[in-house]
């Protein structure tokens, strides 16, 4: 299906290109959109690079030597997604002290991953888990890398951290991070006297289940995290990038077990939407009982501070803190590295835990 994919749009058949989206794809991307976004990525296709699988039916390939085209299918075979991005290496902030760490590869229950031990410090450790999705350990995406930005960062002010690739075809959100989650504090609780769960959005919004499965942590960071349904966020989302996202969203709403996949937003399975229907993160986090830094940027319109940063004010022990200038990623508008400044407001919670 990739080659069909490259051939019909080499060719400029894009409207025969549409004609294999899958629903959820229909609905947020045209013919017209995918010429536009060809003609200024590609242009004329001069070569086509050896595609590499990421799993889960997804695929990435190198056209022309400089941009990526990331590709993924659903069981039908109808493309669900569809992305060009600049090829690009990932290149340290400005805060990162590589002499001050070591890195090495672990695995993490059942996935691989990446431990981060100072070389002075380890008093405190953190589990990072990055947003929904197929994302790999670091949060890849293109040449950002959060959290690697993250893991070197606080490395270089004594903390320890574990981050995993997550499994990108996980049927809950439970089943996507728990597992793995846990298994990283117990990887860094062998270094560390504390350890702290840091999430991103999704991995945010997970994060106090984490802590109500596994005692040892301490604490909890939530990175954008959500608190309104992913399909009120979806179609805000879309609406800010000038896409109707109502009708799937609301299908997804209304999912049942039967529900395909296809049928559903992101294409997850009716399993996973399920769950997320049952589950109250803010209610999970005050039950946890932990200490608890809440992060969010101003200029992030995927996660709010209007819509979802009043639920966490709910919880006893939250501290809230607003970046203004970040976006959903904790990128100033100027830069592709999470601010210095957030790095700083994780340090300084965890570490002031004694």
Do not use: C
């Not at 760490?101 to 953190?126: A, C, D, M, S, Y």
């Not at 996949?261 to 209610?283: H, I, M, N, R």
Request: charged letters at 25%.
């Amino acid at each position: 299906m990739l080659r069909t994919v490259l051939d019909l749009a080499a060719a400029g058949r894009f409207e025969e290109l549409a004609d294999l989206f899958a629903p959820e794809l229909r609905a947020a991307a045209s013919a017209d959109m995918v010429r536009l976004a060809w003609a200024k990525e590609v242009g004329e296709l001069r070569s086509i690079g050896e595609p590499v699988s990421l799993g889960s039916r997804r695929f990435g390939v190198r056209l022309n030597g400089d941009i990526d085209l990331f590709a993924s299918f659903d069981e039908q075979g109808r493309v669900t997604g569809l992305r060009l991005a600049a090829a690009a290496e990932w290149t340290p902030p400005p805060y990162a002290k590589p002499r001050r760490f070591t890195e090495q590869v672990v695995h993490v229950g059942t996935r691989p991953g990446t431990l981060t031990l100072p070389r002075k410090g380890n008093k405190v450790g953190v589990v990072l888990l990055s947003g929904g999705g197929p994302f790999d350990r670091d949060g890849t995406a293109g040449a950002m890398k959060p959290l690697k930005d993250l893991a070197w960062g606080l490395a270089g002010q004594g903390i320890a951290s574990v981050r995993f690739d997550k499994p990108v075809d996980a049927p809950t959100l439970t089943e996507e991070y728990v597992p793995h989650a846990v298994a990283g504090v117990e990887i860094l609780s062998r270094h560390a006297d504390r350890v702290y769960v840091v999430g991103h959005s999704a991995g945010g919004k997970v994060a106090p289940k984490v802590a109500l499965v596994a005692p040892a942590v301490a604490g909890l960071v939530l990175l954008a995290a959500d608190t309104q349904p992913m399909t009120d966020a979806a179609v805000r989302v879309g609406k800010r990038l000038g896409q109707d996202l109502s009708e799937i969203a609301q299908r997804t709403a209304d999912v049942t077990p039967d529900t395909p996949a296809s049928e559903l937003l992101f294409g997850f399975p009716a399993t996973y939407w399920l769950e997320l229907k049952e589950y109250d993160q803010v209610a999970a986090a005050i039950e946890a009982d932990r200490p608890m830094l809440v992060l969010q940027g101003g200029r992030d319109y995927q996660v709010t501070v209007e819509d979802d940063l009043p639920a966490w004010r709910r919880v006893p022990r939250a501290e809230i803190r607003i970046h203004p200038d970040a976006d959903h990623m904790f990128f100033p508008s100027n830069g592709s590295h999470v601010m210095a400044e957030v790095v700083d407001d994780i340090a300084q919670f965890t570490l002031r835990r004694e």
